[in-house]
């Protein structure tokens, strides 16, 4: 399976840029030639804008590849990622591209940042002379198998010398251990019927998504051994994004969305994407640190990853995922992550956790106020929008939504939750730069939904245990309170309906906003604990813990 490879580097031109060049031994280990080039052959099922005249040879349901994915972006409402964690690591990777095509990576001040910005949003489109122009620039860096490149896009071909067992055997992860969902090792076969004897091939969209989900999101702990030299390792740090939840604002077409969600990180000679180093990282050295727009959203992989396809290139057959590094790389602030301050910490800021029952209303407030402090940090690509101002002619603002994408995972373990996404309508005419009345309305109605929430939860929690006697200790789920899942879920359905109602109009509401989602809480707790007001008995604890819920109810 495995072959006997060195490599050395080559200096293009005089005083040029590098390239890897990877050195066969004669007779063994011929390329075979499998190929997907993610620049040309598609793999990103898109939505078309309504009206719009399709290119020419191009179906609705037609995959696309990067290049396209830019050139058209002005004609596509959006990327249909089927993973929503992979979406998360393809609208940042398009960033780069967005801001390496257009030149917005190259200014420094943030006035002239925004005008340049402006003007690409006026031209409607990405140039495709530019584009083309870039992609040229890194001919073979977009390959998705190292059959066909040195340099495959986000892997390190090495690995395939390199993943060796304690007796020096060469193995590989499996393309099980690759694709999200799947079980793989010794996982329970109820999460998919898929068994490492016989393992299924997948094709090379699903196997990329299924890569940068690892890339992003990857857990820590235990992986395919590795040797690099004389260091011999199978364990891995946690992805940059695991257990995160993003933010990104959502235009009228992919390009807008594109443009408005990318954030202003200067980039410096020395801030690359991976496809874009001269050559391959030293994975006993240490990590750059992430300080460019690169960097910071493509730059701080902890794993290492090597798709293996069938000869023909129709499939992924094997995988490789280890450790990329084994020093630390310096902290970074992702521009999409909302953070909370840990004053006295090594790293400053810790991102906020995504939690699959948590919507997107309940950090909008948040997210449309700029920091003042001592509060969390709305992620930066927010306070860049705020260069917006009312009267624009290139973008109409009252259009734009925004869009989180989440997985929920454990952080420090093997176990992940769920992945979820949602979308606002229309938000950033809510902006607090644009209608302080609507922010802070914004703010008051989520205020009191969580007041509400958080007194149901403590009546629900307390009649229960008053009610079956149990005390709630240990670690059971939901805190062994067999109402509170429904209970909660029930509530923040009808909560969240009642708070766009409140923030929506124009003008704000007239009377208590605070009691509309009281009355709803004391809705929910009456569904849920009807059928066990049995008794008088049980009927009084019901009542006493019942008016938890009344606290904080304004008399009209």
Not at 123 to 136: I, M, N, Q, S
Not at 400 to 405: E, K, L, S
Request: overall charge neutral; hydrophobic content about 35%; charged content about 25%.
């Amino acid at each position: 399976m495995g072959r006997s490879t060195s490599t050395r580097v080559e200096r293009l031109q005089p005083y040029g840029p590098y390239r890897l060049v990877l050195v066969l031994p004669q007779g063994r280990g011929v390329m075979s030639g499998a190929s997907f080039d993610l620049r040309r052959q598609g793999f990103c099922p898109v939505g078309w804008l309504p009206g719009q005249d399709l290119p020419q040879g191009k179906k609705p349901d037609d995959l696309l590849s990067l290049e396209e994915l830019l050139v058209h972006a002005h004609a596509i409402a959006g990327v249909r990622v089927p993973l929503p964690p992979a979406e998360a690591g393809l609208l940042r990777i398009l960033a780069v591209l967005v801001a390496r095509v257009t030149g917005l990576d190259r200014i420094e001040d943030k006035t002239v940042w925004a005008e340049k910005r402006e003007e690409v949003l006026r031209d409607g489109c990405f140039d495709p002379h530019r584009v083309a122009e870039y992609f040229d620039g890194f001919a073979q860096r977009f390959e998705l198998f190292h059959t066909a490149t040195q340099r495959p896009f986000l892997q390190q071909p090495d690995l395939v010398e390199q993943c060796q067992n304690s007796k020096g055997e060469l193995v590989s992860s499996g393309v099980n251990k690759l694709v999200t969902g799947r079980s793989a090792g010794q996982s329970f076969v109820w999460q998919s019927h898929t068994v490492d004897s016989a393992p299924v091939p997948v094709g090379p969209p699903e196997a990329f998504f299924s890569m940068l989900v690892w890339l992003f999101y990857g857990m820590p702990g235990r992986c395919t051994s590795r040797k690099v030299g004389q260091t011999s390792a199978a364990d891995t740090k946690a992805g940059p994004l695991r257990g995160t939840v993003s933010f990104h604002p959502v235009g009228a077409s992919l390009f807008e969305t594109l443009l408005l969600g990318l954030p202003h990180l200067p980039s410096d000679a020395d801030d690359l994407a991976p496809w874009e180093e001269p050559q391959l990282p030293d994975p006993l050295g240490v990590p750059p640190q992430p300080r460019g727009l690169a960097r910071v959203l493509t730059g701080r992989f902890r794993h290492a990853v090597l798709l293996a396809p069938a000869a023909d290139g129709s499939a992924v057959e094997d995988t490789y995922i280890t450790w990329a590094w084994r020093r630390e790389q310096g902290p970074a602030k992702d521009p999409y992550l909302i953070h909370f301050p840990r004053p006295g910490a090594e790293n400053p800021l810790s991102p906020q956790a995504a939690q699959a029952d948590r919507a997107i209303w309940r950090d909008l407030d948040t997210l449309l106020r700029k920091t003042l402090g001592e509060e969390r940090f709305r992620p930066q690509v927010f306070d860049d929008l705020d260069e917006f101002r009312e009267g624009d002619v290139a973008i109409d603002v009252d259009t734009v939504g925004i869009r989180a994408i989440g997985f929920d995972q454990d952080r420090s373990q093997a176990r992940n939750r769920q992945y979820y996404t949602g979308t606002t309508p229309p938000v950033l005419g809510m902006l607090e730069t644009r209608s302080g009345e609507r922010w802070y309305r914004v703010r008051r109605a989520r205020q009191n939904a969580e007041r509400a929430g958080e007194n149901l939860r403590t009546a629900l929690r307390g009649a229960w245990r008053e009610l079956t006697r149990t005390s709630g200790r240990g670690r059971q789920r939901d805190e062994g309170v067999a109402w509170l899942h429904p209970g909660m879920a029930r509530y923040w359905s009808v909560a969240e309906w009642q708070f766009w109602t409140i923030v929506r109009p124009e003008e704000p509401p007239q009377g208590g906003i605070g009691n509309r989602f009281i009355h709803h809480a004391l809705n929910t707790y009456d569904q849920v604990t009807k059928d066990y007001a049995r008794s008088g008995h049980d009927i009084k604890i019901l009542e006493r813990h019942r008016s938890v819920i009344l606290r904080g109810w304004r008399s009209s």
